[in-house]
């Protein structure tokens, strides 16, 4: 049998790395795009790398970038893909206020550029497509929990550019037959999370203030509720979506919501720490009330958590809790990891992490401020 080709899009980032390891380990041959930049950023996927020069390469990166519709139609006719994975975007939320009009043309019309190379090139029978959709077109919304049928109301310019994608992905489905879907998917997290999303803030400090290589944690807002799962349980379900007889838009989400103030707790609670805090709002601290193990040398009283309004956005999303019925019916989705576990591994990951920084600081070899 002849191997299935996808191309990803964003496969140097949390989603790709994880999906890129997922279809190859399916039988495909992986095709990703990736962004040129003046430092390598292929860490991700580094352990996927296939020496061109070898035999059977089932790997391959090429350079790209959404904005550029030249090069999406060349690589899109290059690669003849059967399934197109469109993960790439400018996926921070608090940054596309302050990046708006590339957010849209890279998270908007980034979408549209593909969709359109697949119809000019004549592989709208072949190719299918998949869309990274997004818990925030809900935004607003005080409807929970949230499923495939609850109106939209973006809150940033993230959002807003996901909701057009969201939209010309249905179009061109309704309009030419593709076999276009969007995957409308709930907070995912992971040790290869991006250091600047809340939950790897949170446990790369947690491990930083426990091996006593950082003083706090500073946060925006605490009441903010998220449905978080686990990214590798979510790229299984960008993959079943596509292997459906139908093209069809699904939630996936845990069905749990918990508070930002919370995930803080457990993440020090993983490592013995008891935390309680006191105030309200930007005055709000953490302190430690117990530290249960003693190669953490963290005194009772001492503040570590503090919250900075820089971090508070100009819109807020509050609450995120999504109803994944649909997929669990029609998909047989179901994740493998809750909070607990999704925490736990996160944690551990950034304890490793940390002691590594502090043997090479130990050593004389780095400096951490
Ligand atoms: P990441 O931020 O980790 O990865 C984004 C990827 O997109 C990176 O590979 C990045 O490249 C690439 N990228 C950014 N801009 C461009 C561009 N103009 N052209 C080409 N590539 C670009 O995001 P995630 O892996 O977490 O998310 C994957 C997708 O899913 C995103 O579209 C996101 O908006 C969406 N999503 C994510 C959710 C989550 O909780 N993680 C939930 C719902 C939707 P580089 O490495 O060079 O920066
Ligand atoms: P989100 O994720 O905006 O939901 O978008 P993020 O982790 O950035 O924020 C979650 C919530 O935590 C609050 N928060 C903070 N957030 C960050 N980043 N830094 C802080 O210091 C901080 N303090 C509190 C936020 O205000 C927010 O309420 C993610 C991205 O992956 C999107 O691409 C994706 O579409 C959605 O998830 C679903």
């Given at each position: 049998m002849m191997s299935k080709v996808a191309l990803i899009t964003g496969i140097t980032g949390q989603d790709g790395a994880y999906l890129a390891e997922f279809l190859l380990n399916k039988g495909y041959i992986v095709h990703g795009l990736k962004r040129r930049s003046s430092?390598?950023?292929?860490e991700r996927i580094d352990h996927l790398y296939?020496?061109?020069?070898?035999?059977?390469?089932k790997f391959f990166l090429h350079y790209g970038d959404l904005t550029d519709s030249t090069n999406v139609i060349r690589l899109i006719q290059e690669v003849q893909a059967d399934e197109i994975y469109n993960l790439a975007a400018m996926s921070h939320v608090h940054v596309s206020f302050d990046t708006p009009e590339y957010t849209a043309n890279a998270d908007g019309l980034g979408t549209l550029r593909i969709l359109e190379a697949v119809r000019i090139l004549g592989l709208d029978k072949k190719t299918k497509i998949y869309q990274a959709s997004?818990?925030?077109?809900?935004?607003?919304?005080?409807?929970?929990?949230?499923?495939?049928?609850t109106p939209f109301y973006p809150r940033s310019p993230y959002a807003v550019a996901k909701l057009y994608a969201y939209w010309i992905t249905v179009n061109y489905r309704e309009a030419y037959g593709m076999f276009a879907c969007n995957g409308i998917l709930f907070n995912h997290e992971s040790p290869?999370?991006?250091?600047?999303?809340v939950t790897r803030k949170i446990t790369r400090a947690v491990a930083r203030i426990a091996l006593g290589l950082q003083e706090q944690l500073y946060l925006g807002n605490l009441n903010a509720k998220r449905d978080w799962g686990h990214a590798k349980d979510y790229v299984e379900a960008m993959w079943l979506i596509l292997q459906q007889e139908k093209p069809e838009d699904f939630v996936i989400a845990t069905g749990m919501t918990t508070e930002v103030r919370e995930f803080v707790r457990m993440a020090f609670a993983h490592l013995g720490i008891e935390i309680e805090f006191k105030g309200q709002k930007e005055e709000e601290r953490g302190y430690v009330?117990?530290?249960?193990?003693?190669q953490f040398q963290l005194p009772v009283g001492k503040e570590i958590v503090a919250v900075d309004s820089?971090?508070?956005?100009?819109?807020?999303?509050?609450v995120l809790l999504g109803d994944a019925t649909k997929a669990r019916k029609k998909l047989g989705w179901t994740p493998n990891y809750d909070l607990q576990s999704l925490v736990k591994e996160m944690v551990e990951h950034d304890l490793n992490e940390a002691r590594k920084a502090q043997y090479l600081q130990a050593g004389g070899f780095i400096h951490i401020k």
């Open positions: 430092l390598f950023n292929t296939q020496d061109p020069h070898e035999k059977d390469v997004t818990s925030e077109l809900y935004g607003l919304v005080r409807e929970v929990p949230q499923n495939e049928n290869i999370r991006g250091e600047t999303f009330i117990a530290c249960h193990d003693p820089r971090y508070y956005r100009p819109a807020e999303v509050e």
